[in-house]
């Protein structure tokens, strides 16, 4: 199994759209989770930290299910500057390091 | 905003020679990260350095690298003899100490592509 799992996308859709993307992990003590952005041959960008109880930062929200070791990241309203690819990370247990997924491109179109 | 600069943006060396990629990490930040990205592939985890030391490194960071931090502000990373797998985007991270309260959020520099030829 994979350490951080996402679907590759591309996941194309309209302005204006609401769009989900989810990810596992499989290292049950993973402590830190995040949700970063990465545009065409820039660095990740951290768009957001991702807390158990959830958490919400104007259009995005992350959700952790720490039992299913799974994560999500909703974007209501998507704008044309949302187009990127979006990478799950997640620390490895109890160390600094993190584990990035392959991302998840996200293409809005007008 | 502070931010983590990276010098320079772009590197192209033969195979065998040696390439010194620098980083000034964000200023109140006391871990210091390497990271690459080979083109179409995940960002994978190289070493990270705190307290003046090596406190992880990956199987990728062989012999042939080292980190170092010269002074109270660059932070290196150093490939003896390059070869062509090497060739890669390199990004430098940094982060606050957990002690402080710091959730390990790290931020990335704008990254050195290297090139070996």
């Known amino acids: 199994r994979k350490e951080v799992e996402q679907d590759p996308g591309p996941f194309n859709v309209p302005e204006g759209a609401t769009v989900a993307f989810n990810c596992t992990y499989s290292?049950?003590?993973?402590?830190?989770f995040f949700w970063y952005r990465q545009d065409c041959r820039k660095e990740p960008k951290l768009l957001m930290s991702?807390?158990?109880s959830g958490n919400e930062d104007g259009r995005f929200t992350a959700q952790l299910n720490r039992a299913s070791q799974y994560i999500s990241l909703l974007i209501r309203d998507s704008k044309l500057s949302d187009s990127a690819t979006y990478l799950c990370?997640?620390?490895?247990?109890?160390?600094?390091?993190?584990?990035f997924g392959a991302g998840t491109r996200l293409a809005v179109h007008p | 905003e502070p931010e983590v600069t990276q010098t320079p943006s772009h590197q192209v060396t033969q195979m065998g020679q040696e390439v010194i990629l620098r980083c000034v990490p964000i200023?109140?930040?006391?871990?210091f990260y390497w990271y690459r990205q080979i083109l179409g592939q995940k960002v994978e985890f190289l070493v990270s350095?705190?307290?003046?030391?090596?406190?992880?490194k990956s199987e990728i960071f062989d012999d042939q690298f080292s980190v170092e931090r010269p002074d109270g502000s660059n932070f290196t990373l150093k490939i003896r003899s390059t070869k062509l797998e090497d060739s890669a985007m390199y990004f430098c991270?940094?982060?606050?100490?957990?002690?402080?309260?710091?959730?390990?959020?790290?931020?990335f520099g704008p990254g050195t592509r290297l090139t070996v030829l």
């Open positions: 290292n049950s003590a993973s402590q830190s």
């Open positions: 991270a940094s982060s606050e100490p957990r002690q402080s309260g710091g959730r390990n959020e790290q931020f």
């Open positions: 991702v807390y158990s």
């Open positions: 350095f705190y307290n003046n030391e090596i406190s992880e």
């Open positions: 990370v997640v620390n490895a247990g109890g160390y600094n390091k993190l584990i």
């Open positions: 200023s109140n930040h006391l871990y």
